[in-house]
């Protein structure tokens, strides 16, 4: 078989796997969210600085995938909530049977909202739908503004975009206007935050725009429900 029918036939695959889970979301109303980024923009820390603010009852849970290593699992297990690693062995992205297996043993209806922490990869994880409700891109101030020109998948597929690390700008030549504005030519209407989980600042938007998604979430639920 040539490659070309391979690839189809395993995202195929994917997608119906990512169906049933994204239907196993919506059935317990679990807000599920898909971070992706280069390696080393921040999504580990913006998901620490998220976990220390939430209240201790908080129903949240994290699965992070990465090539090698547990270290960002060990570094999120410290605030308490379920997280597990998921390890590819290699594998440049996460996929829905990844996500599946690991939440064999999770009752999804003790959760409110699930964080995936995608590899560090701003090309593969934009071609795997994981179930989720929504892909959130970061991209940091030290990548270069061009960034969304060049890797436009994944700006294009992406819900909202966390410019990290704005408390680096007045070190780095990097244009924060420009930056958007290629995000909104590659997807217009974008919804962008800037953050920096260094002095906090940007993180009540964030948090914010989490709740307001997980509310958005609960309404087309009811909507659903309501047309039967
Ligand atoms: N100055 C500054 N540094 C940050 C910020 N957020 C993250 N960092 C640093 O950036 C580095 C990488 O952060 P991580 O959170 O591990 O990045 P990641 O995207 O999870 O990395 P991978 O999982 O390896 O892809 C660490 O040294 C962080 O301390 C920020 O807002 N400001
Ligand atoms: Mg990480």
Redesign the pocket.
Known sequence: MSQVPLQKKVLSENDRIAASLRERFRQNEVLCVN?I?????????????TLEVLPPDSRVAVL???IQTE??AA?LKRFGFPVKQITTGGTCHLDARMIERHLEDWDLAKLDTLFI?N???LVCPSSYDLGEAAKIV?L?VTEGEDKPLKYPSIFFKSELLVL?????LPFVPFDPELAERNARRVHPGMEILR?????RIGMAGWLNWLRQRRCKECELKQESVALG
Request: hydrophobic residues 20%; contains cysteine; proline residues 3%.
């Open positions: 971070l980024s280069s390696p080393g923009s921040g999504k580990t820390t913006l998901l620490e600085r992070t995938g990465d270290n960002d570094r922490e590899v560090g990869n970061i940091s990290s690390k704005t408390d680096l953050v920096s989980c260094l002095t």
